[in-house]
Each structure stands twice: as C-alpha cells, then as structure tokens.
Nanobody, 123 residues
C-alpha cells in the first residue's frame, strides 16, 4: 500500500508564493511518475505538473508554466510544487498522485492519491 500526504497549503495574496510538499510512504518511491493536480469547487480535477522518476523531466499545464516548478527528492520520498506569482484562479485543492509508466495528464491513470491541501489566493 502507498500513502501520500500533502502539506503546505494556505491563504495567500496574489503575487505571493507557496511550496507544497507530498511525502510518500509504503512501496518504492523512486520508480514512479509523481504528479500534482488541482480541483476547484464545481470543476473537474485538472493536471498541474508531473515529474519522472529520475527528476530529469518535468511537465506542466500551460496555465502554470513559468510560475510553478515541480521537483522531487527520492531520498526523502518527497515531491514538491513551488508556486510563484500566484493568481486568484490558482485557488483549488491541490492533490499529489503517483502512477507507473510514463507521465500523463489524465487523473484516471494515476493509482494513488493524497487527501489534498487547500490553496486560496486572494486578490
């Protein structure tokens, strides 16, 4: 079994930064793609970013490209999402997730999910 626990969310003002963390426990962490998704009330869960097992390749939604950075530390079983220049439209619950194989933007392809952390950006 795998458990993913996110932290680092909060209430910030537009233009501020936050760093989310996701700690994995259970089975081997390093061999899987890790992703971040977000879901606002009344909306579908959407892809934010993903990183491959080595950390050498990262992928981003167009809406966050240039503002968000995903990274991972396999020694600490942790994946991070550095969010800069936050906008009110970034307000969502942010989830980390894990999948085998290649990266994907599709939530249904991810096997394990965390419980989510709320990010609220005021204007």
């Amino acid at each position: 079994q795998v458990q993913l626990v996110e932290s680092g969310g909060g209430l910030v003002q537009a233009g501020d930064s936050l760093r989310l963390s996701c700690v994995a426990s259970g089975r081997t962490f390093g061999s899987y793609v890790m992703g971040w998704f977000r879901q606002a009330p009344g909306k579908e869960r959407e892809f934010v970013a993903a990183i491959n097992w080595s950390g050498g390749n990262a992928y981003y939604a167009d809406s966050v490209k240039g503002r968000f950075t995903i990274s991972r530390d396999n020694a600490k079983n942790t994946v991070y999402l550095q969010m800069n220049s936050l906008k009110p439209e970034d307000t969502s619950v942010y989830y980390c997730a894990r999948k085998p194989g290649d990266w994907s933007t599709e939530p249904r392809t991810y096997t394990y999910w965390g419980q989510g952390t709320q990010v609220t950006v005021s204007s």
